[in-house]
């Protein structure tokens, strides 16, 4: 860069960072507009509400603070421990506050003094995760028209003032579950607001007996402080609560904060073009696999058909959903050598592959890991002459990588060379038979340029890399492999989830991850009743969880009964019910998924290390992380990055805010952000209201936590 270029660049800096610590407010005013650390506090008394909130902070990479009322060497609040001066600025350490209730120290409590006065000062919101309505929160008693006791299964509903605001994402409906008929999983205050109260209610639940209704989630704006109540108590799993945690978020936030969540869904359909192999009733296994004896029973393999092939394509299209079709190419090449050379299912699937993404699945599915010795059941790994396991060799990896990607050029397929599912997640390590990846996978990745390769999600949650490849865990659909038919399913299932005196294998009797069913399935409606409720619950909770992690299934669930569809139309149909057109359902393939977390620990391992450095002053938002990091971000429509000549948009549309990941622009070392004025609003217009005195403050009352909530998730 000549002499001229760098004296321009160091004036530009240096205005830019004029305009990142001086506002129009500042200019015009004798004290320095305060500086709000984009940070959170959370003070958790050990209940599930305070620890659902964390956990929303967790996911979505959100930098907090937490202090637990319970531990002894906790850190004291007060004022020193939430604000100080920066270069003569003041400071406020945390953008918002979280409390268990509206008062967890206690009536004429220091702490909770000092935590009103700062909130007064800097216009900190706060939320009270799980408190008991009454006046001191804008609530009237439940007593007076009100209703106290469970909701388990009541239809709560966000409200016009809601909608307009923090829960504008959601299309109005917060139902909330009933998974069981035995245990209470919700308890809440539904009450109205008090009399002369300065509230909004934001969600509200019908009230028994009557054709009111009462506030469960509200803001409460009193004595120069800002209050979001909540008077249900739930736990992170819980969709009510899934629902609401971005729009409690956006709340204490006001749209301007670190992290970022939205909602995935993706599904791979594995062994396209192969066939699967099919439960036997009778046996109970499954002929030509490796859980029957060896020559057991006569093996009858599931293959979709051309006609399941265009049922496929309309669903994809009717439902505006990107299938992810993991395929085996020599699985064509076989049928038509034993077919007269033609392949229906083929030239259908061929016919319509722009409709769906593809991935390599290896071309014959053979198992990558150590040889199997299949004589003995379960399986073992076969050994050498000197005892050391023998595995499958690098050259025959590598070759079952390269011929199905020949194969997929050859056909046409719009294909990533780089992504790779092996099959059965073979090659990596397969407890309890082989407990170290095979030692020739990674130099195959290499030879063939495999950079994102799958992983089964119930052995490895988290990512790692072996070779050049990273890995993407997928979650398995309890829809199984081997079953085509309704009634295969319910079967098998019966045999795995039931106890052996009634009938079952015995096999969720012993094995600690799994759980009995209380009685058999239905062999008629299991399935409709039983199995697609579980599953369709159990991936939504994923697909609300801000996890992108995509669900696997196999081509035989889309053949013969179609039993995959009940399932995915189930989940995309409640999605839809839930939310505005705002918020789609996010759908990667697989190497992006794959990039998205691992940004993402790359971001919250930066966070926990305590080397982000973030704040607001005004509308600038400006955040340090270290070199190699992109900023995760939250913000309102309208922000802007500010680079070294002019601005850029900042993140993406999603759920009514902009989010995404940024580096610095050429030249600068940090990210500054523009939000729009209207993000202030709030923050200018509450810090100028006239401030009273606090009223004293009422602990909640007792056994208000006994009231656990609980949650099935898997």
Known sequence: MNRKLRRAALALTTASLALATVTPLEAAAADPVPRIDLKILVVSDGGPATAAIAAELDGAGTPYTLVDLGRA???????????????????????????????????????????????????????DAYTYARPEVGLDYPVNGGYSGSLDGAKAQVTAAGKAGPFGYLDGAVPFEDNSPTVGESYAFAAKPLAGADFTSYVEVPLPQSQERGTIVGEYRHDGRRELVVSFVYNQHQQQYRLLARGIVGWMTQGVHLGLNRNYFAVHVDDVFGADDRWDSALNCTPGDVDCQPG?????????????ARYAAQWSTERKFTLDMVYNGGGSVRYKAENGGSDPLAQQLLADKARYRWVNHTYDHPYLGCVQDVSVVPWVCAKNADGSVKYV?????????????????????????DELVTGEHSGLKTLPQQPADNPNLAGALSDT???????????????RTLGPATTVPRYPMNVFYNAARAAEQIDEYNWIYTRKADGGSGICETAANTTCLEAPLDPVTGYTDYIVPLETRIALSHALANDPRPHFIHQSNLAEDRIAYPVLNAIIAAYEGLYADSAPLVNLRQKDIGAELTERAAWDTAVRAGRITAYRIGNTVTVQAPAGVKTTATMPAGTRQNLLLGTAPFGTAYAGSLSGRVSPALLQTQITLTVPGTATTALTTEAARPVAEPAGELPAPKGVRRHVPYGVTR
């Open 449 to 463: 340029g495999i950079r994102s390769l799958a992983s089964d999600n119930s052995r490895e949650r988290q990512q």
């Open 73 to 127: 060497d906790r850190p004291a609040i007060n004022a020193a421990f939430l604000s100080d001066t920066v270069s003569g600025r003041p400071r406020a350490k945390f953008q918002a506050v979280v409390l268990p209730n509206d008062n967890p120290f206690g009536e004429g409590s220091a702490e909770m003094a000092a935590l009103a006065t700062y909130e007064k000062k800097f216009a900190i919101p706060q939320v």
């Open 296 to 308: 057991q029973g006569v093996p009858r393999p599931i293959r979709m058909t051309a006609d399941d």
């Open 393 to 417: 060799t690098r050259s025959v990896i590598a070759a079952q990588i390269r011929d199905n990607r020949n194969w997929a050029v050859n056909a046409g397929l719009s294909l990533q060379s």
